[in-house]
């Protein structure tokens, strides 16, 4: 029927079966019987496929179009359950692989296919939807997206610098993601929601609500910047974010050197001279600079003769440049003292919560970004097991002293005990209430958030998290009653979150052929239990 599996991965000198115009997909009915299928597939129609795929005499559309007209670039479907007899809607994950890649990208199977693809495809296909795994190519651009307005909605997993890596347009990409959107193709997450979502004035939009803070500013020009950085950070230690970094690079938390603040926002304001404590959060790092260096290192980077001085980041600076309309911004929230006692990270299915994930800096660290030594806790909602969110306690041993960048950092724990003992640190407990958090997190928040984003016309991402950290007045590491604790949102993700649980799956030189059949029962098995509310949260969106 169709073009079947491939014994090598990727498309190098591969062609689809048949080439055919939008016009003639969207002619075809929803399920083809076989002097259809034998009618739009010509000489190159394959019977014995036909037969093997059909139902009752027929095989849906889709199955025919993904067969027939795209271009198969994973080996197999290992690990995907059988479609539905009786599918009640078509739906498929859509991936890309970067052909100039060794494994197809950092987060590919040996098969061509994402690590975590099968969880959400089986996910669908338990909620009584068909479900198939696609790649997007970009030279069938408009062959993929005319196979695309068949579906009943679409999983997208397409990484967008993926798509830019592999050679084909981001910008061409979405607007075709947007037209199926306006032919009534639910797309999920759209590229407007993972743009609005994910860009760092997200938090300005939200500052009026439980989980933001009313002194977030966002810049888009160098004179709102300058005008409005120097406002800002003398009233209180800063977070300023640029929008285009990952990983925490081009995120610095700052302080006034002599901590010489105002008492109320606007009472004063910065002078270029003064000294700057910063703290990049990809790798924690620290820098001393004046404003005016910072403020320059922002417009200017590395540009010689424009007053940045030399800095150590690994990042160029250049935050605003092209504007706007190019993702030139920077974020600036005041700086909650308390992340030193962690962020919480809320995993969610549109508004159910799956856990939460409370990441605790490294020893003499400020962020809790993977690789800089942080230390990570994992609180279940009642779905891999019976445990059900509550109030989470962590115990902290903290120097008594400050540290050079005037905070109060924790040591390792297993060295604690020792040093309370020497007399330089204290223990320290905090607790928090999750389940109280995911609570008013939902019922309050999530009621308003896509409107309050922007987006009144989309639903609540069907994949995402929200970082959340203690805004809670008082000094670090003091207790503050659950019921007094404010939680604002760090950051939103909700561009090709992955599952965690099946990182065994994706190639690495040392493990080149691993795939869905390598990870280990127990975290399948989780991956399984969090796919299948993916696919049944779906469904409650399809009206299935």
């Known amino acids: 029927m169709g073009s079947g599996a491939s014994s090598t991965k990727g498309y190098t ?14 002619a075809l009915p929803a399920f083809v019987d076989k002097d259809g299928a034998k009618a739009f597939c010509g000489d190159k129609f394959d019977e014995a496929a036909f037969d093997a795929a059909a139902k009752d005499g027929k095989v849906p559309r889709v ?3 993904i067969d027939a007209c795209l271009i198969k670039v994973s080996t197999d479907d290992d690990g995907l359950l059988p479609q539905p007899d009786a599918p009640k809607k078509q739906t498929c994950v859509a991936q890309i692989y970067v052909n100039s890649h060794e494994f197809g990208g950092t987060d590919k199977s040996c098969n061509g296919h994402r690590y975590d693809s099968i969880p959400f495809g089986n996910g669908m296909i338990k909620a009584g939807m068909a479900c198939y795994l696609v790649h997007y190519v970009h030279s069938q651009h408009d062959t993929f997206f005319g196979v695309m307005a068949c579906m009943d909605a679409i999983l997208c997993r397409c990484n967008p610098g993926q798509i830019k890596a592999d050679g084909g347009d981001q910008g061409k990409f979405d607007d075709s993601v947007r037209a199926l959107q306006k032919k009534g193709v639910p797309v999920w997450p759209s590229p407007d929601v993972m743009e609005f979502m994910g860009a760092k004035d ?27 950085f120097k406002k800002s950070m003398k009233f209180q230690p800063r977070v300023i974010k640029q929008n285009r970094g990952s990983s925490g690079e081009g ?18 304001t910065a002078e270029d001279s003064d000294e700057l404590i910063l703290m990049e959060a990809n790798d924690n790092h620290v820098e001393n600079h004046t404003v005016i260096e910072f403020i320059n290192w922002c417009i200017y980077g590395r540009d010689e003769g424009k007053g940045a001085g030399e800095w150590a980041s690994k990042g160029t600076g250049k935050y605003l440049e092209g504007g706007k309309a190019a993702g030139g911004q920077l974020t600036d929230q005041r700086f909650c003292g308390r992340i030193l006692e962690g962020e919480l990270r809320y995993n969610m299915v549109n508004t159910v919560c799956l856990g939460v994930i409370h990441k605790v800096p490294a020893p003499g660290g400020m962020s809790a970004v993977g690789g800089t030594g942080s230390e990570y806790f994992f609180y279940d909602n009642g779905v891999i097991s019976d ?5 989470c306690e962590f115990t902290a041993y ?14 390792a724990t297993d060295e604690g005990p020792a040093k309370v003992e020497a007399g330089t640190h204290e223990k320290k407990v905090i607790n928090v209430d999750l389940e109280a958090l995911r609570k008013k997190f939902v019922e309050e928040d999530c009621a308003i958030l896509m409107k309050t984003l922007e987006l009144p016309d989309e ?12 805004a809670s007045l008082g000094k670090c590491w003091e207790a503050v009653p659950v019921a007094e604790q404010k939680w604002v949102v760090g950051e939103f993700n909700c561009s090709c979150v992955g599952v965690s649980k099946c990182l065994p799956a994706y190639c690495k030189p040392d493990t080149p052929n691993v795939s869905w059949k390598d990870i280990p029962a127990e975290e399948a098995g989780h991956a399984t239990k969090y796919g299948d509310i993916v696919g049944a949260e779906a469904a409650k969106m399809l009206g299935v």
């Not at 445990?387 to 109030?391: E, F, N």
């Open 251 to 268: 995120i610095w938390i700052i302080n006034l050197k002599k901590a010489d603040y105002c008492a109320a926002y606007g009472d004063a």
């Open 202 to 228: 997200a938090l300005t939009k939200i500052k009026n609500l439980n989980i933001g803070m009313p002194d977030t500013g966002t810049y888009y020009t160098e004179e709102e910047f300058i005008a409005g």
């Open 63 to 65: 199955k025919l179009l």
């Open 387 to 391: 445990s059900k969110l509550g109030t």
């Open 398 to 411: 903290v120097q008594k002293e400050a540290s050079a960048d005037g905070n109060h950092h924790r040591c």
């Open 459 to 470: 639903p609540i991402p069907l994949w995402w998290t929200a970082d959340m950290i203690n």
């Open 13 to 26: 000198d591969k062609k689809a079966v048949l080439e055919k115009s939008c016009e003639d997909m969207a």
